[in-house]
């Protein structure tokens, strides 16, 4: 069965995401260094570096990903954002080194109508200088899938592709695959014969071996809508069906799967991510049997 997990808040103490995790059935665990629209955050302490490996060994949750703030734009059109964003995207590298966490996940970014061009090549720049300056940083950074909103970059596999394409240490940097802004974006995987293609394009493109990670998120807008709303499995326009595609293709077995949906409880009182990695482990439960006699 795939990894799955939620993102979980570090509020009071980077470990208690771990223990957040825990209570609600987590295997895995992605979280922010910082509120999401926000420039800084405090430094880690030694104190809490100790804490985090000791939570982490009580609790066996693993911690695959850091998400970045959502202000960092490497593809702005302004210097003084791009400095920034360069700078505060150096600080969450240091952290996941320190946490021992694997990958960083980041929005390309939005080139504010400089053209999409411009700004892909502004975002390979900025990797390429931030490897430079920390050549020995383990963290590999994967570019997020995104619904294209605005001026947003990466809502394209051909984006991907040419970031990679501008990259000196590629084996550095991968992609995460986030459902919700695919489908928005215009990809669609809810038959068998549509995800037969999406991979097909996605291998031809930017290469399945690049894909290390999935957020897992359901849809509150059509296909096609370029607009980022994420909602509970089941319960938007994507279903369960393209869910249980992904979760049960052998190709995949091994990445993590991580909920990125709308905090909240039921009407019954239940946290809402509870639920929904029930949900997501009973559609391997369920479905992993046929689609093997089915030769998918």
Same mark, same amino acid.
């Given at each position: 069965?795939?990894?799955?997990?939620?993102?979980? @808040?570090?509020?009071?103490?980077?470990?208690k995401?771990?223990?957040?995790?825990?209570? !609600?059935?987590?295997?895995?665990?992605?979280?922010?260094?910082?509120?999401?629209?926000?420039?800084?955050? &405090?430094?880690?302490? $030694?104190?809490?570096?100790?804490?985090?490996? &000791?939570?982490?060994k009580?609790?066996?949750?693993?911690?695959?990903?850091?998400?970045? @703030?959502?202000?960092?734009?490497?593809?702005?059109?302004? =210097?003084?954002? /791009?400095? +920034? =964003?360069?700078?505060?995207?150096?600080?969450e590298?240091?952290?996941?080194?320190?946490?021992?966490?694997?990958?960083l996940?980041?929005?390309?970014?939005?080139?504010?109508?400089?053209?999409?061009?411009? *700004?892909?090549?502004?975002?390979?720049?900025?990797?390429?200088?931030?490897?430079?300056?920390? +050549?020995?940083?383990?963290?590999? !950074?994967?570019?997020?899938?995104?619904?294209?909103?605005?001026?947003?970059?990466?809502?394209?596999?051909?984006?991907?592709? $040419?970031?990679?394409?501008?990259i000196?240490?590629?084996?550095?940097? *991968?992609?995460?695959?986030?459902?919700?802004?695919?489908?928005?974006? *215009?990809?669609?995987? /809810? =038959?068998?014969?549509?995800?037969?293609?999406?991979?097909?394009?996605?291998? &031809?493109?930017?290469?399945?071996? /690049?894909?290390?990670?999935?957020? !897992?998120?359901?849809?509150?807008?059509?296909?096609?809508?370029?607009?980022?709303?994420?909602?509970?499995p089941?319960?938007?326009?994507?279903?369960?069906q393209?869910? =249980?595609?992904?979760?049960?293709?052998?190709?995949?077995?091994?990445?993590?799967?991580?909920?990125?949906?709308?905090?909240?409880?039921?009407?019954?009182?239940?946290?809402?991510?509870?639920?929904?990695?029930? !949900?997501?482990?009973?559609?391997?439960t369920?479905?992993?049997?046929?689609?093997?006699?089915?030769?998918?």
């Open positions: 069965m795939p990894l799955l997990g939620a993102h979980m @808040s570090i509020a009071g103490h980077p470990h995401a771990l223990l957040r995790g825990k209570e !609600i059935g987590c295997h895995i665990i992605q979280i922010f260094t910082r509120h999401r629209i926000k420039w800084s955050a &405090k430094k880690l302490s $030694e104190k809490e570096i100790d804490e985090f490996y &000791k939570t982490q009580e609790t066996s949750i693993i911690p695959v990903a850091i998400h970045n @703030s959502y202000l960092i734009n490497l593809a702005s059109p302004r =210097s003084n954002v /791009r400095k +920034k =964003s360069f700078s505060t995207l150096l600080e590298m240091e952290w996941a080194e320190l946490l021992k966490i694997p990958y996940v980041m929005h390309p970014g939005s080139h504010m109508g400089d053209g999409e061009k411009i *700004g892909l090549k502004r975002i390979a720049e900025a990797i390429n200088g931030l490897h430079d300056q920390i +050549k020995d940083n383990h963290v590999m !950074i994967l570019m997020e899938i995104t619904a294209g909103q605005g001026t947003n970059l990466g809502y394209r596999f051909e984006h991907m592709a $040419e970031i990679f394409d501008l000196e240490s590629r084996e550095r940097l *991968g992609v995460c695959f986030d459902t919700c802004h695919a489908f928005a974006a *215009g990809y669609d995987f /809810r =038959s068998k014969e549509t995800y037969r293609r999406l991979l097909g394009q996605f291998d &031809k493109i930017i290469g399945l071996n /690049r894909l290390k990670l999935f957020h !897992i998120n359901d849809s509150k807008n059509r296909l096609g809508s370029r607009v980022d709303r994420h909602e509970h089941g319960e938007g326009f994507i279903g369960l393209a869910f =249980s595609l992904f979760m049960n293709d052998p190709n995949f077995a091994d990445l993590p799967f991580l909920l990125e949906t709308p905090k909240e409880m039921d009407k019954n009182g239940v946290n809402r991510d509870i639920i929904n990695l029930n !949900i997501l482990r009973n559609l391997v369920a479905q992993v049997d046929r689609l093997k006699v089915e030769g998918f």
